[in-house]
């Protein structure tokens, strides 16, 4: 399962939509290993830019399973992703099952940056045999 739905979340989505900020927190309490990462991803891209890469991203594997487990969870899932990039503010981008890049919101997938990290040549550089089987 994704996520911890609270019956009361389940209870709303049952009788219509529910807002971002209802599914935003769930998706925080669900996978917090994940959300921390895009979190502090989005603060250094917000603050710091994002250089001449044109993104910012995370290089350092999950330290367990669990984590690497909410990152798929959380990439994975048009509805879990499309919410922390509005959440955000940022596109997000994923290799592996660790390597996550934050682009400013609105970044074309034609951009140099978005293309150079999402190309088959940026994936095949980022494989492992740590990473086998992630």
Request: aromatic share 6%.
């Amino acid at each position: 399962m994704s996520l911890d739905v609270s019956p009361e979340l389940l209870a709303a989505a049952e009788l219509g939509e529910v807002s971002d900020e209802q599914f935003a927190d769930c998706v925080r309490t669900s996978l917090p290993y994940a959300w921390q990462m895009v979190s502090d991803l989005s603060t250094r891209l917000h603050v710091d830019g994002t250089g001449e890469s044109g993104f910012v991203d995370n290089t350092v594997p999950p330290p367990d399973e669990q984590a690497r487990g909410q990152l798929l969870r959380a990439l994975a899932s048009d509805s879990i992703r499309g919410c922390l990039e509005r959440h955000f503010g940022v596109r997000l981008a994923f290799q592996n099952c660790h390597r996550v890049a934050v682009f400013p919101a609105g970044t074309p997938r034609d951009s140099d940056g978005y293309r150079t990290f999402t190309s088959v040549r940026a994936q095949l550089l980022n494989q492992s045999p740590l990473l086998r089987d992630c």
